[in-house]
């Protein structure tokens, strides 16, 4: 059983798209993370929502809108692509402050 | 500002050798201490948490210890399976945010 899932596992798309990542745990837990890994392999939290609540919201451009539909998902809307919005983006959960677990990472493309 | 350093950046073992890796911290104060293994392609995966200075938490060939500044991941007769990359991260008190080191990245030759 997958703990954290992420769909898609690979994103290619052009610049100016609009785009979709969803994340799933069955883990029970009730906080939810969005993480994004550059080249250089350096993980910068992005988004947190802690019972469907967003309580982390990093410097990041409104283009960027994650949303929780319940505890258990957490999707990441992108608008107008970027080239630099290039990464791979994780999901992690964990229960409120504790040891976090990922998913296996989205790898997103702009060309 | 609560920032992360892991060193070395790099580090080659011969299978067999032991070694270990750094992760200095500077927080206002330390909710938690993670350590995690990233394999390539892969998501990190967690390993150990550490909460207070003097803590040590042990699982096969990887031991972990906390100081008030600064975290080791000791590597006992590493195996080339070990080969990957160690990821520290620490939790400041009070709030809910992770702050990740840079990483090492281990190989181990047979």
């Known amino acids: 059983d997958t703990a954290v899932s992420q769909t898609p596992k690979y994103l290619v798309t052009q610049m100016g798209n609009d785009k979709s990542i969803k994340c799933e745990q069955n883990l029970g837990h009730d906080t939810m993370y969005w993480y994004k890994q550059d080249s250089k392999k350096f993980l910068k939290i992005m988004f947190s929502?802690?019972?469907?609540?967003?309580?982390i919201n990093e410097t990041v451009p409104n283009r960027f809108s994650p949303k929780s539909p319940d505890k258990a998902h957490l999707n990441l809307h992108i608008n107008s692509l970027e080239l630099g919005d290039s990464a791979v983006y994780f999901c992690a959960s964990s229960r409120t402050a504790e040891t976090q677990y990922f998913g296996p990472g989205t790898r997103l493309l702009v060309l | 500002e609560d920032q992360v350093t892991q060193s070395p950046e790099a580090l080659r073992l011969q299978e067999g050798e032991s070694s270990s890796l750094n992760c200095s911290y500077t927080v206002s104060g330390l909710r938690g201490l993670f350590w995690y293994r990233q394999d390539p392609g892969k998501g990190p995966e967690f390993l150990f948490t550490l909460y207070s200075a003097g803590e040590e938490k042990e699982k096969e060939r990887l031991k972990a210890t906390l100081t008030k500044k600064e975290s080791f991941l000791h590597i006992t007769a590493p195996k080339p399976e070990d080969s990957a990359t160690y990821l520290c991260a620490v939790q400041p008190s009070g709030t809910y945010k992770y702050i990740f080191g840079t990483g090492t990245r281990l190989k181990v030759l047979a």
């Open positions: 929502y802690n019972n469907k609540e967003l309580i």
